[in-house]
């Protein structure tokens, strides 16, 4: 029988978004991420809009897309980044020399480097269990192991609203009917780097594809 | 991401970016000029038939030094250096082919300066190199040259290659790094050169800086009307007294002007400050190309 490889997607419902960074805390733990920096894998970003007394807060999960048309695949020398036949976008630590070519490449801001420092920090705290064991640059990997496993990534088990889901477009199931009969979109589609990733829009959320839902008049904010 | 100013208009947001800064500027200006005084050198002797083989040769020569003294810059940015031989395996990347021109521009170069010198200087080698083949060193002096300009080129493909990065990702910055690099390298030679090697050069200088001056007015076209992350780019450069006021005023339309006054005037004096300020204006024209890098991320 023919081997059939999965189609793996992930959706986003900015609807049910609460800002609780679970998923934050999950990634953080599962994959070492060095969170003391303040590097994630996946985050959400909160976002105030407007002024008192129409003030309001929005969150924004973002992670790697795993696109298909891959920037940060192309701008690496050296082939530390590449893609498994599921067409996850890996790195391989050992190979990666960290000039950052691929973090400029990404039009999503999924990339950073793991730095000495960071190293040593992870070295210290998950001992023996480290798995970060040399200076490279990291990414979200769907968390490639527990797929292998048939689990979900950590962001989806944790996820207490259901926000963050993820699926097999070969199956039928909820997530693959969200994409394929477009309820569900891709980020800057425009850039042609066709994300894996897919957001349920919300009227709140300001996402550039969604602009046309949003009445606010553009603001200023330092962070 | 402490201090940086995020932008929210048309709900996209606009955050600088902090991964390449002022090292890599250093890399892309000395890559650029290094690379051009190695073109030049080849075109002056090759082509216009120039007989000044040591001015050349020393020429290339120092070219060669700048490229590789920049590219120290890059692997001391790099989480690895150690490993940095590795860029020659994934061909998709612009590292891959600029570490592979400035390898061949190293070594085509290299044999050719040191030809050139030879018969001048006297070192361990140059008996050898007297005889070698004169068709064989002019072959060298061609790829020495077409290697020189294609790593000034590279350094603006380097940059083109983030798609969400409105000032870098587009055809135009390739072409304003060759033109910027070429001229910065003229203005090499209007210091170094004979009197009359250098008013052909001041002549050559001109031209390119208008070409510059031009580029510039087009990026600035395109900002304005490309997208709101163009209107905002050019906002931050219109309100930057370093770019305005150092780059464009004192390191392009000052030198542009006083060359063409330098000319009427036949005066030295005038040349070489243009020609520091055409060396400076291409420095500060990569440090603040990097520094207006905003990522136009949609949330």
Request: proline share 5%; with cysteine; glycine share 8%.
């Amino acid at each position: 029988m023919e081997k059939v490889i999965p189609k793996w997607v992930f959706v986003v419902d900015l609807n049910s978004c609460v800002g609780c960074n679970a998923c934050m805390a999950a990634c953080a733990q599962e994959n070492q991420t060095p969170y003391w920096s303040e590097k994630w894998r996946t985050k959400v970003e909160q976002i105030e809009i407007g002024e008192f007394p129409e003030a309001k807060r929005v969150f924004f999960p973002h992670l790697c897309m795993q696109c298909q048309n891959t920037p940060c695949y192309y701008a690496c020398p050296t082939g530390a980044t590449y893609k498994t036949e599921e067409g996850i976008v890996l790195v391989n630590h050992e190979r990666c020399i960290g000039c950052e070519a691929c973090v400029i490449a990404c039009p999503y801001g999924a990339r950073y480097p793991y730095e000495s420092d960071d190293v040593d920090e992870c070295e210290k705290l998950y001992g023996e269990e480290a798995r970060h064991t040399t200076p490279h640059i990291d990414k979200c990997t769907w968390c490639y192991h527990r797929l292998k496993e048939g689990l979900e990534p950590a962001c989806v088990e944790t996820c207490p609203t259901n926000c963050r889901m993820f699926g097999d477009l070969n199956v039928d199931s909820y997530v693959s009917r969200l994409v394929l009969e477009g309820k569900a979109i891709p980020l800057s589609p425009q850039l042609g780097t066709e994300p894996k990733v897919f957001y349920v829009t919300s009227k709140e959320t300001p996402v550039g594809v969604v602009s046309h839902h949003l009445d606010e008049p553009p603001y200023k904010q330092t962070i | 991401m402490d201090g940086l100013t995020m932008y929210f208009g048309n709900y996209q947001h606009f955050v600088h970016q902090t991964s390449w800064g002022w090292m890599i500027a250093v890399y892309l200006f000395l890559g650029g000029l290094g690379g051009s005084m190695g073109a030049l050198s080849s075109y002056f002797y090759l082509i216009r038939k120039e007989k000044h083989p040591l001015l050349f040769g020393l020429s290339t020569l120092l070219g060669i030094g700048l490229v590789n003294f920049g590219g120290i810059f890059l692997l001391i940015h790099m989480l690895k250096p150690w490993f940095a031989f590795f860029v020659w395996t994934h061909p998709t990347s612009w590292i891959f082919w600029g570490a592979s021109f400035i390898m061949i521009y190293t070594i085509a170069g290299a044999v050719w300066g040191l030809s050139l010198i030879s018969s001048s200087i006297n070192f361990p080698f140059s008996q050898k190199l007297k005889t070698l083949n004169p068709s064989l060193v002019d072959k060298l002096g061609y790829i020495s040259g077409i290697m020189g300009l294609l790593t000034a080129v590279y350094t603006g493909l380097l940059l083109s290659t983030a798609p969400a990065i409105t000032l870098w990702s587009n055809p135009g910055l390739p072409v304003l790094f060759m033109v910027s690099a070429l001229s910065t390298a003229t203005a090499y030679f209007m210091l170094v050169s004979p009197s009359n090697i250098a008013h052909e050069n001041e002549k050559l200088d001109i031209a390119l800086l208008a070409l510059e001056i031009i580029i510039i007015s087009a990026f600035f076209n395109y900002l304005f009307i490309s997208s709101a992350a163009g209107k905002y780019i050019i906002s931050k450069m219109f309100s930057s007294i370093g770019f305005m006021g150092f780059f464009v005023v004192l390191g392009l339309l000052v030198p542009f002007f006083l060359e063409i006054y330098a000319i009427k005037k036949h005066s030295k004096s005038l040349v070489v400050l243009a020609s520091i300020l055409v060396l400076m204006g291409g420095f500060l024209l990569r440090f603040y190309i990097l520094k207006f890098g905003y990522y136009t991320y949609p949330w």
